[in-house]
Nanobody, 121 residues
Framework: QVHLVESGGGLVQAGGSLRLACVAS??????MGWFRQAPGKEREFVAA????????NYADSVKGRFTISRDNVKNTVYLQMNSLKPEDTAAYYC????????????????WGQGTQVTVSS
């Protein structure tokens, strides 16, 4: 059975940093992605990493500020978020899909419950 569990969200001031983690069980060979959804907005792609961790993909809005990585020994994918902005405030979800270059949420097969990130100005 597949389980994705996110952690690491919280409240941070603008310009600060947070690191999200997603522990995935029951999965093998999947690319992993992070998405976010703010109140009243659609879920949007943030970043994704290939199964081996050698290829990544980022939304333009987070390039240069966020870094996605994974540790397959620990079955964990990370999202390091630096230089956070109030517009980064959202619920963040990790997801498993077949290709790291997928940016459409409908192409991801498994989802976590999400972790809230709030950036104050």
């Amino acid at each position: 059975q597949v389980h994705l569990v996110e952690s690491g969200g919280g409240l941070v001031q603008a310009g600060g940093s947070l690191r999200l983690a997603c522990v995935a069980s029951g999965l093998s060979g999947y690319a992993m992605g992070w998405f976010r959804q703010a109140p009243g907005k659609e879920r949007e792609f943030v970043a994704a990493v290939s199964w081996r961790g050698d290829s990544t993909n980022y939304a333009d809005s987070v390039k240069g500020r966020f870094t996605i990585s994974r540790d397959n020994v620990k079955n964990t994918v990370y999202l390091q978020m630096n230089s956070l902005k109030p517009e980064d405030t959202a619920a963040y979800y990790c997801a498993a899909g077949l290709r790291y270059y997928y940016i459409d949420s409908q192409r991801y097969d498994h989802w976590g419950q999400g972790t809230q990130v709030t950036v104050s100005s």
